[in-house]
């Protein structure tokens, strides 16, 4: 079964992740990997630089108007990508997880019938002792008699 492998993304990720990705301004960015299935396919997650320098709002001239919305709007655009980025990979990593939940109620639904007919077929073997004690006794019964018959016999 897979899962969900989270690591920081400040530290170097495994080579099943492979390398680190360019974001959207073309700086390298360290991702977060999720083992998303048994062929161990991942899901990356990419950081996004929403600090006043990534979003390119660091040598704004607040005198210059035009300057300043036309910065503005850019770090705007760059905030609601962003955003829009990570609400994709959030509803991916609720998808995984609630792929995950279900595989694991499926295991236990499995593992619980295997345990039922466990106890149906050992149910079933002490029934059959069961059956073949009483024949045995009533086996013995009847040889028991045996004698006492052929006695009748030479008495009448």
Known sequence: MGGLVLQDGTAPLPTVYGPSVMNWAGQVQP????ISTPEL???RISTRNMTAAGLGLA???WNEPDDLMLKVEAALTLAVSAASY???QQANIDRLLN???KHQDAL???LGNLVDADMAKESAKL????IR???AVQTLSIANNQPQWLLNLFKS
């Open 31 to 34: 991702d977060i990997g999720f």
């Open 41 to 43: 396919e991942t899901l």
């Open 59 to 61: 040598g704004v001239n």
């Open 86 to 88: 990570f609400g994709v």
């Open 99 to 101: 792929h995950a939940v």
């Open 108 to 110: 236990e639904m499995g």
């Open 127 to 130: 029934q059959a002792a069961q």
């Open 133 to 135: 004690q009483q024949l």
